[in-house]
């Protein structure tokens, strides 16, 4: 029977971690995250979820190598943060990745210069070769968590991933959020077997140093297959997240972009996470008002988006980009990936690239529509005004 | 505490892969061979970078510099939530993993105490990249960043007391080992490795190329290490009972000690006095916490 209740964010996303049965997490607090870890404290203390192991880790830096060993003996395993936390936790998460070792990692986001959000501290570990997935709301987190360990623990990509929604405005806010039943997600999600086992009375147990894909002599093969392997990841995305929308009825788009109202429109906007909701209203009020201004959500930032950015290069006058970062000096992370996916195709529309809603400040429906406006003006003229345009 | 072997009970089979990556002389190497005769098959063998890079022949895994605490931890959670407890999580690191850059770590995972076995090989610096000072470096050693010139004498402070930094955790168990008393040290290895929850054994491992002594010489600097009164073998469970293992009647002087190091050769005879003085305050304090059985604090 499927369930609803009205949680906040980071409740939607422990309650996914219930659902997927994690057997371990482990994680320190850090606000905006601390709730889940409380939560998780609670689930643990209340016997609901039979074997699973809680660790109070001491700090980010072990949070995650505990999580990394655990998914590496075989149990699905869960760890949490956010900013400064998630800054301290980047060293082994390059071996959890590196290892190909599939987790699931929630980023509430906390930006890198102040305690509100923005996506500074997850684009931050951008080089470390793990999926990165935004999502927008309480429900999409619940989703999204569950589909993230089918994506990871897929064959074709073992790899962690991150989920990133924005502190405050997404973690402390409640929302209704429809809870599958515990049996459809247990036939969907099998238990988690890692690709060799450790355990010595198994034959495939390695003896000796371990190793993962070192390539044998050529010093650049981890690097080719671990970046085939997140290259890979796009069409596991892609079927997850419509396999999953058949079984709940739930769509987020392919799974690596949601198209709103883009059908008939002159030029589109782009954001990732909670300010996609704004945007849409702004869609929304800007079709009404007869400007043809529709609507892509990013929901994965790595792997890049490139070739749905490559189809909707010839469509298009216009791209209004807007990020929630910017890395000082190199500009906006996403306004970067989409100008570099279009050059390849020779169909060069205009690209925006706003910059805003940085150390959370408030990014309103309003300020969406001047950019979806902006936009259309510089469709208009054919060029649009230098990056970063501060919103 | 652990009960004494004998040489018979001595398994004859080897746990350790030959020919390893050790130099000759290898303190290390020892330590590994002895430790995993008497380990058994059920373990997953826990590695960080460390010198020598010791291959058992049991499944590993590993962790970055500073991870063994916390990799030790989310196997043995692992281990517990898919019922194989039958498996145990063990170590074999180093100093500098043990406590320097993996102290904090480690500690925590102590504190938590987590169901796990470190084993650590001391050789007293990071051999691994050349013999760098780490927290198991003692007083006045030379080591490649402790040099020795008008402003230096070579490492400034004393070694970490790691067993009784270990014992305020209050852990089921710690011991020290040598590499020259083996009966001793696999007595322990078979002691430790079936008590639940955090067990730590410290083995001094002499390095013959970090140390700068004749590479035949090993043993017989282990053991003028124990017989001097600086590497004092003995055991602590539950953070307080003690025994000491080895109580010659008299000490020798830890010149016995010193001289065959060319790391130590700098030292003064002042500076020996001291270091002299220092261990023989210990060794009463260990004498004495043997008499009451028990560390007083």
Same mark, same amino acid.
């Given at each position: 029977m499927v369930d609803y209740e009205v949680m906040v964010g980071n409740k939607a996303c422990a309650v996914a971690c219930k659902l997927a049965r994690v057997k371990v997490a482990a994680a320190f607090p850090i606000t905006p995250q601390t709730s889940i870890t409380e939560y998780l404290s609670e689930l643990y203390a209340s016997g609901e979820m039979p074997g699973f192991e809680f660790v109070n880790a001491e700090g980010e830096l072990s949070a995650q190598i505990i999580v990394q060993a655990a998914a590496r003996v075989g149990a699905r395993s869960f760890t949490c943060t956010a900013g400064p936390g998630l800054q301290f936790m980047h060293h082994p998460m390059n071996d959890t990745a590196s290892g190909r070792t599939p987790l699931v990692m929630a980023v509430v986001h906390r930006g890198l210069k102040s305690m509100q959000p923005d996506h500074s501290d997850l684009m931050d570990q951008s080089w470390l070769g793990w999926v990165h997935l935004y999502v927008e709301n309480a429900q999409e987190i619940l989703d999204t968590t569950i589909m993230g360990y089918k994506i990871g623990e897929d064959a074709r990509v073992r790899l962690p991933v991150a989920v990133g929604y924005d502190g405050y405005v997404l973690s402390y806010t409640a929302e209704p959020v429809e809870i599958p039943p515990q049996d459809m997600i247990d036939n969907w999600l099998p238990p988690y077997k890692p690709p060799r086992s450790l355990f010595y009375d198994s034959p495939e147990a390695p003896i000796g140093r371990g190793g993962g894909d070192? =390539? =044998? =002599?050529?010093?650049?093969m981890a690097w080719k297959i671990h970046h085939g392997a997140v290259e890979a990841a796009e069409s596991v995305i892609k079927e997850v997240t419509a396999d999953w929308a058949k079984l709940t009825g739930r769509s987020y788009g392919n799974g690596m972009i949601q198209e709103y109202k883009t059908e008939g429109a002159e030029v589109i906007l782009t954001a990732m996470g909670t300010v996609a909701g704004s945007a849409s209203a702004a869609v929304d009020k800007l079709w009404k008002d007869g400007k043809k201004v529709g609507l892509v959500k990013i929901r994965s930032f790595v792997p890049f988006p490139r070739k749905d950015f490559q189809e909707l290069a010839g469509k298009y006058s216009a791209i209004g980009v807007f990020d929630r970062s910017i890395q000082p000096g190199m500009g906006g992370p996403s306004y970067r990936e989409i100008k570099n996916s279009l050059f390849d195709t020779g169909s060069y529309p205009v690209v925006a690239g706003f910059v805003g809603g940085l150390s959370g400040k408030e990014v309103t429906v309003n300020d969406f529509v001047k950019l979806g406006e902006k936009t259309l003006e510089f469709a208009k003229a054919k060029k649009a005004d230098a990056h970063p345009i501060w919103v | 505490m652990s009960e004494r072997m004998t040489r018979p009970q001595i398994p004859l089979e080897e746990g350790v892969i030959t020919p390893g990556s050790t130099c000759q002389g290898c303190g290390a190497a020892m330590a590994a061979r002895l430790t995993f005769k008497v380990m058994g098959p059920n373990v997953i063998r826990h590695g960080i970078p460390c010198c020598p890079d010791q291959s058992s022949k049991s499944p590993s895994t590993g962790s970055v510099f500073e991870g063994g605490g916390p990799c030790l931890t989310g196997t043995a959670r692992a281990l517990k939530a898919l019922g194989r407890t039958d498996i145990k999580a063990i170590a074999f690191f180093g100093d500098g993993g043990t406590y320097d850059i993996g102290f904090g770590g480690l500690m925590s995972a102590a504190q938590r105490n987590e169901n796990v076995f470190v084993v650590t090989k001391d050789n007293e610096a990071y051999m691994n990249t050349g013999g760098q000072h780490s927290g198991g470096s003692p007083k006045y050693a030379e080591t490649t960043t402790d040099a020795v010139g008008p402003n230096s004498r070579g490492s400034p402070v004393h070694k970490i007391n790691a067993a009784f930094a270990f014992a305020a955790m209050n852990i089921p168990y710690i011991a020290t080992a040598s590499v020259a008393f083996p009966e001793d040290l696999m007595a322990k290895v078979k002691y430790a490795k079936d008590i639940e929850g955090f067990r730590i054994l410290l083995i001094q491992s002499p390095c013959p190329v970090g140390w700068r002594y004749d590479p035949a010489k090993t043993i017989e600097v282990a053991r003028s290490g124990v017989q001097s009164g600086i590497w004092p073998l003995y055991e602590i469970e539950n953070g307080s009972s003690f025994k000491l293992n080895y109580k010659p009647k008299e000490l020798k002087p830890i010149t016995e000690y010193l001289k065959p190091q060319a790391r130590f050769r700098h030292m003064t005879e002042t500076e020996v006095n001291e270091i002299q003085v220092y261990t023989t305050a210990k060794w009463e304090k260990y004498l004495k916490a043997d008499e009451l059985k028990q560390i007083v604090f």
């Open positions: 070192r =390539g =044998g =002599g050529d010093p650049n | -």
